[in-house]
């Protein structure tokens, strides 16, 4: 279900093709010096006429990440560029860092601090809590249906996307054999797996779904040798959700040539663009842009969930995908598409909604 303020979200969408600027290590911003924290503590105001001040703060995966952290990025650069905000990052060596990074933006003067991920849930609520007067925005938590008036909180419907990036999948399989590599199991990266076995099943039920969890999102070693493994075992197609650890399923998959691969939140085709079928595109970018907008318009829908699928134009297929993907996959895809968007669907999120998908 959407909540108030999707309208002014849904606007900028319609303009989300323009170009982003690109995003890359010298254009980081560093965040403000660290200050010791205070419970309580009121964040600064601002004054009249200065710059919105917007900080984003990575998960381990770094801002060049390939996916939704540098998605993220992009967005606040384009805001940057055609909105006059004052854009920072700060990017999150280990889960140690969310709390200290986010405080640092939120205290140093900062309008709006962005926790890019669903592993930065608790530190979003923790820190929201203890500075009520700054304003934070989240990627890919609800934060367990408790949303502070001072959090906006952004999820997207990632098994509709990827129950399409199953379709393809499932009617480009050689060998009946695909496969799925997570970063760490968690519910939401199960709404991937669950979503690409559905549209596996949904058009090949004979081709066998192998699922392999890394157990990292910034390991991308790793990555390359679960790949391995997996082609060598006759798997032909990867669709992978795990950050920058699937940089390795890519890298792989370029080595070897013969493969295939099928990225996600981010059109990665340009990792592997002779081994690329598609990407599920999650448009963590727009998301970001139009959230810092409506606070600039005095419209921070602050307490509120914005919830994004196909129907919302918030995940979908990659441009890219015709270059790799016969026209009558894609005619099939579009199909589902509107099967999904119709309601005709309802794509499996869980194992047990899974169990029950006909």
């Avoid at 890519?250 to 663009?273: C, H, M, T």
């Avoid at 409506?294 to 602050?302: A, E, K, S, V, Y």
Wanted: with cysteine; net charge negative.
């Amino acid at each position: 279900m959407l909540k108030k303020g999707l309208s002014t979200f849904m606007a900028t969408m319609l303009i989300a093709a323009g170009v982003l600027t690109g995003c890359g290590g010298g254009n980081q911003a560093q965040p403000p010096a660290e200050q010791a924290p205070q419970q309580g503590t009121e964040a600064p105001a601002q004054d009249a006429g200065e710059k919105l001040k917007v900080g984003m703060v990575t998960d381990v995966g770094g801002v060049n990440d390939n996916s939704f952290n540098q998605s993220a990025w992009e967005g606040l650069q384009r805001a940057q560029s055609e909105l006059g905000i004052e854009a920072q990052y700060a990017e999150s060596k280990s889960d140690a860092d969310y709390e200290p990074n986010l405080n640092r933006f939120a205290r140093g003067g900062t309008n709006l601090t962005w926790g890019i991920g669903f592993l930065m849930a608790d530190a979003i609520s923790n820190t929201s809590k203890a500075i009520p007067d700054a304003k934070f925005g989240i990627i890919d938590s609800n934060l367990n249906g408790e949303i502070p008036s001072n959090v906006a909180a952004v999820t997207f419907k990632e098994h509709e996307g990827s129950f399409l990036m199953g379709v393809i999948a499932g009617k480009m399989t050689k060998t009946n054999k695909v496969g799925f590599v997570g970063g760490v199991k968690f519910a939401l990266i199960e709404k991937f797996e669950y979503g690409f076995r559905a549209g596996v099943k949904a058009v090949n039920p004979d081709a066998e779904v192998s699922v392999n969890y890394v157990g990292y999102f910034d390991k991308p070693d790793q990555g390359k040798t679960f790949a391995a493994t997996m082609y060598d075992s006759g798997v032909d197609i990867i669709f992978h959700a795990s950050g920058a650890t699937g940089d390795g399923v890519f890298a792989e998959a370029k080595e070897r040539g013969n493969v295939w691969v099928i990225g996600v939140d981010k059109d990665q085709s340009f990792l592997a663009p002779d081994q690329t079928l598609s990407s599920m595109v999650k448009r963590v970018d727009v998301a970001v842009y139009s959230i810092s907008e409506q606070l600039q318009n005095d419209q921070f829908p602050g307490g509120q969930e914005t919830v994004l699928g196909l129907a919302e134009e918030g995940v979908g297929i990659a441009p890219t995908s015709d270059k790799n993907v016969p026209q009558d996959v894609l005619d099939l895809v579009k199909d589902y598409e509107g099967k999904i968007k119709g309601g005709e669907i309802k794509v499996p999120q869980t194992e047990a909604e899974f169990n029950e998908f006909k």
